[in-house]
Nanobody
Framework: QVQLVESGGGLVEPGGSLRLSCVASGSISDKAMGWYRQAPGNQREFVAEINSGGITSYGDFVKGRFIISRDNAKKTVHLQMSGLNSGDTAVYFC?????????WGQGTQVTVSS
């Protein structure tokens, strides 16, 4: 089990960019790392994942706007987001997955508004 701490959220104008970071308390090299988001009144939805081998997957709505990356030495995962729109407003959660063990961070708020 690892503790996850997200950062990098904030207020951004439509069309803008943000880079989210997630730092783990322990090794992530054998874990799949991902990002999920939850908007008010909605269920938590999958945003992106990068597995231990570096293979990435994205939610359909991403449409090439986001890039997930990892740095195992720094125990960090990033989500570079661009082309943001109001529909991207949500709390973004970092996720660590190993077999059937899932750990979650507390989340970071992303608000897209003019």
């Amino acid at each position: 089990q690892v503790q996850l701490v997200e950062s990098g959220g904030g207020l951004v104008e439509p069309g803008g960019s943000l880079r989210l970071s997630c730092v783990a308390s322990g090794s992530i090299s054998d874990k799949a790392m991902g990002w999920y988001r939850q908007a008010p009144g909605n269920q938590r939805e999958f945003v992106a994942e990068i597995n231990s081998g570096g293979i990435t997957s994205y939610g359909d709505f991403v449409k090439g706007r986001f890039i997930i990356s990892r740095d195992n030495a720094k125990k960090t995962v990033h989500l570079q987001m661009s082309g943001l729109n109001s529909g991207d407003t949500a709390v973004y959660f970092c996720n660590s997955r190993f077999l059937f063990i899932n750990d979650w961070g507390q989340g970071t708020q992303v608000t897209v508004s003019s």
